[in-house]
Nanobody, 126 residues
């Protein structure tokens, strides 16, 4: 069973930073999967935030480019999302997800991901 657990969410003021972590279970090697961060605000569709391919490639949603950064620590079997210059519109539940890297698909398409964490809430106030 693949288990992904997010942490690091919280309530911050606009302009502040947060770092989210997604820890994978021991049976799941993050280096072998393509992973991503998604978010979903109430009443809105799930949105791709950042993708992390197994070859090191990254993809970012337009609304977070230049502010968010995705990374992995293979030794800790963990993926991170560093979020800087947070805005109120970044408020959402944030999820990490994983998929096999073949066939190649859009990294920002949530329907392509088979494994999901339970989410961590990020709230940004103005």
């Amino acid at each position: 069973e693949v288990l992904l657990v997010e942490s690091g969410g919280g309530s911050v003021q606009a302009g502040e930073s947060l770092r989210l972590a997604c820890v994978a279970s021991n049976k799941f090697n993050v280096s072998s999967y393509c992973m991503a961060w998604f978010r979903q605000a109430p009443g809105k569709e799930r949105e791709g935030v950042a993708g992390s391919e197994s070859d090191g490639g990254t993809t970012y949603g337009d609304s977070v480019k230049g502010r968010f950064s995705v990374s992995r620590d293979i030794a800790k079997n963990t993926m991170y999302l560093q979020m800087n210059s947070l805005k109120p519109e970044d408020t959402a539940m944030y999820y990490c997800a994983a998929r096999l890297c073949w066939p190649r698909v859009s990294p920002m398409d949530p329907s392509r991901y088979a494994y999901w964490g339970q989410g961590t809430q990020v709230t940004v106030s103005s």
